[in-house]
Every structure is written in C-alpha cells, then in structure tokens.
C-alpha cells in the first residue's frame, strides 16, 4: 500500500446543530456536533445534566438497551438513547471524530431517517486529519442467531451487507435490498428511509411510555393494507432500506469501519449489537488495520 492509498481520519470543519422532537420521550431536544481531534471517536455529552459523569463513549461494550431503539449508558447511569440513524449518517459520511453534545436522554428523531444528520456534516463540512483511518477486518465467519433472526459477517475485500425481512402485512411482505460501496451510496439510496411501526401498535407503545413523540412526521405508518402517510413512500422498498440504514448505524459503534460481508435475516438492534460482541469476543475473527478503501 502506498502513502497516497492510506486513507486519513476526518472530522467536521466546524460546530453545527438542530433541534427535534425524540421519538420515544416526545421531548424537544437540542442537538449539536462538534469537531473532534484525531483518534477521539464518537462520543455523546449530555449538557442537561449537572452532577456525574456526562460524557458516554460511543460503542458496542456501552449499550444498555436494544428495545426499539439502540441506548448507550455509562458506569454512572447516564443515557442517550436513538443513536443509530445519527451514527448511520456518521458511517455514511466517514466521520471518525466527533463530539455529540445534547440536552436530553434522546437523539432527536428529525423526520425518522438518517438524511437530516447527513445534511447537517455536509453543511458543517468535512475535513481530514493528519492520522491514518483504521478499518476491523473480518478474517472468519461469524454467526448470531436470535429464533427465526439471524445476522452474520464473513471475510470480505470491502463492506457489503445483504438484508432480508418478511413481515406479516401485504404493505411490506418480503423485501431484500443490498449495499455496497458504503459511502458511495449511502446518501441516495440508504439515507432518506424513515422508519416505520403499524398503527395497531401505537395504544400500546404510548401506554407503555414509548414512541411519545411518533407521528407520521418521522415515521411511515402502515395501517391494514394502506400507508397513512399522505406523500407515501420514499423508495418501493423504503423498509427494508431502513433495516439497512439501522444495521449501518449499529455496527458502526465497532468504533471502526468493518471489512466484512453482512448478512441479514430480519435482524434488529439487539442482534446487531450481539454479533459485535460476537466478533470482539474472538480475537481470531478480527483484526485492526489501516484503510485504504
């Protein structure tokens, strides 16, 4: 590998922030991404909070939930929770470093996928730093399986990720969709799919204090053999993009770009975040190398 090939570290040029509804709380909540120096990574600071510690390091070993959403914590008991459509955009745009800062226990949801985060780095900027990118290549098969949901990654020369899902409604049924080539293609295929929940389920979530903050603003919502929302869909296969766009967002708390082929059989956020356990628990199955791709 020559000098020319190694790819460096980026960051954002400069501070940007918005504001949103959190999909689950239904707070409104203020975010803002700052740059960060080399070989920082992604880490959340939770500026409502006064005493303790504030600051959670972005990654795998720190999800304490997978319900609905991904939520990472701290020894201390702090939480940020609906972290994968922002990490997503930060994968998609090849963002190493960078301080999240926010003012409540939630990521706001913006319109439900990962295209307004994607529009705030670029508005922000993006520059390189003087520091090599490392990439976790895959050198062995791994599996994890979950009942009828499985997801696994196996050697690759490049990242790729194949995705199943099969719901039981005629809006959706069985839907496959693949991605390669990252971020070349994450923000006209991938970024704009929002994510999506049955009117059926709403009463229930909302009494059990979840999706407060849902409407058809920031979600596609399927009722019977109809979609509500009135523009209807972004893509023909809007949903199994956003498993995609979800399964992006979750491996990329590896704290690294992955070398590796995925595959997905209607894995969720609890899956994903098992097969990273998976890998690093197998210090054979990996290993941390300079990137060039």
């Known amino acids: 590998m020559t000098i020319a090939e ?37 880490r959340v600071h939770r500026t409502d909070l006064v005493n303790g510690a504030r600051e959670i390091s972005v990654c795998w070993r720190n999800v304490v939930d997978t319900s609905l959403a991904t939520t990472i914590g701290n020894d201390h008991g702090t ?29 706001p949801i913006m319109d439900g996928s990962a295209a307004p985060f994607v529009f705030l780095i670029e508005n922000a900027g993006i520059v390189e730093q003087d520091a090599p990118r490392s990439a976790i290549k895959i050198l062995k098969p791994i599996k994890v399986i979950d009942g009828s949901r499985s997801l696994s990654v196996s050697p690759s020369a490049q ?9 039981d409604s005629t809006i959706i049924s069985c839907q496959k ?16 799919a929002r994510t999506f929940g049955f009117e059926r389920d709403v009463d229930e979530l909302q009494n059990a204090g979840l999706a407060l903050g849902g409407s058809l603003e920031n979600a596609v919502v399927i009722s019977d053999d109809k979609i509500l929302n009135k523009d ?22 590896a704290g690294a770009p992955i070398i590796g082929h995925v595959k997905a059989s209607f894995s969720g956020h609890k899956l994903n975040n098992k097969l990273l356990q998976a890998v690093f628990a197998d210090e054979n199955a990996w290993c941390s190398v300079t990137s060039s791709l």
């Open 6 to 42: 190694v790819k460096k570290q980026k960051t954002l040029k400069s501070p940007i922030g918005c504001s949103g509804i959190a999909l689950h709380s239904g707070c409104q909540t203020t975010l803002t991404l700052k740059p960060a120096k080399p070989n920082f990574g992604v």
């Open 79 to 107: 939480k940020v929770g609906t972290i994968e459509h922002l990490m997503a955009a930060l994968a998609g745009c090849e963002i190493d470093n960078v301080l999240i800062e926010v003012n409540g226990p939630e990521i």
């Open 159 to 167: 990242f790729q990720i194949n995705f199943e899902i099969d719901f």
């Open 177 to 192: 969709g693949e991605l390669i080539q990252l971020a070349k293609t994450f923000k006209t295929e991938i970024s704009r």
């Open 232 to 253: 209807g869909l972004r893509y023909d296969d809007e949903f199994v993009r956003h498993k995609i766009l979800d399964c992006i967002g979750d491996l990329y708390l």
